[in-house]
T-cell receptor, first 116, second 114 residues
């Protein structure tokens, strides 16, 4: 069974600082994908970044990068130069190619608050 | 841009009522999903559909059913709503299984069952 763990229920960060949101995962499948989503107070889930298990390089999308450490089963999200608009819930998620449900398995989320 | 819409942002129903939550996507996506989101639990998959008329159980299908008569529309049905189904419901769609990194979510429906 796959499992996603986000150990930080909440974080306070000063504006313009870099932020690292932790995510560890557990799967026995060699082929899997890791995702990060942002959910602002409006409720909509916004896709941020994706990392495939066979990707050689860490994924980057603008200010977002994914620190993928396969041996540690870790997929931390790094936000550089944080902004007030980054305040939101952040979810790490995974999909593998195993049998059963084909949707994403989500972690419990981290509530990030950026302070001015 | 992909657009996934849900019929209601907020819904209040009484225990025992039959409830329909509608989801529509406008990008000809094959795969559609229903999740529920509860504080401290993250998102959990209820049902998904690979294509029209197809449906598969997710991790928590009990108390729910789904319908996919048209490609663009995926309905979640609560046959007899109960208070433990009070939650945020999120619909998502994806082009197909080869595009797993492109799953788009709707704005969510916050359902309260009294």
């Amino acid at each position: 069974a796959q499992k996603i763990t986000q150990t930080q229920p909440g974080m306070f960060v000063q504006e313009k600082e870099a932020v690292t949101l932790d995510c560890t995962y557990d799967t026995s499948d060699p082929s899997y994908g890791l995702f990060w989503y942002k959910q602002p107070s409006s409720g909509e889930m916004i896709f941020l970044i994706y990392q495939g298990s066979y990707d050689q390089q860490n994924a980057t999308e603008g200010r977002y990068s994914l620190n993928f450490q396969k041996a540690r089963k870790s997929a931390n999200l790094v936000i550089s130069a944080s902004q007030l608009g980054d305040s939101a819930m952040y979810f790490c998620a995974m999909r593998d190619s195993g049998g059963g449900a084909d949707g994403l398995t989500f972690g419990k989320g981290t509530h990030l608050i950026i302070q001015p | 841009d992909v657009k996934v819409t849900q019929s209601s942002r907020y819904l209040v129903k009484r225990t025992g009522e039959k409830v329909f939550l509608e989801c529509v996507q406008d990008m000809d996506h094959e795969n559609m999903f229903w999740y529920r989101q509860d504080p401290g639990l993250g998102l959990r998959l209820i049902y998904f559909s690979y294509d029209v008329k197809m449906k598969e159980k997710g991790d928590i299908p009990e108390g729910y059913s789904v319908s996919r008569e048209k490609k663009e529309r995926f309905s979640l049905i609560l046959e007899s709503a109960s208070t433990n189904q009070t939650s945020m419901y999120l619909c998502a769609s994806r082009k197909n299984r080869d595009r797993i990194h492109e799953q788009y979510f709707g704005p969510g429906t916050r359902l309260t069952v009294t």
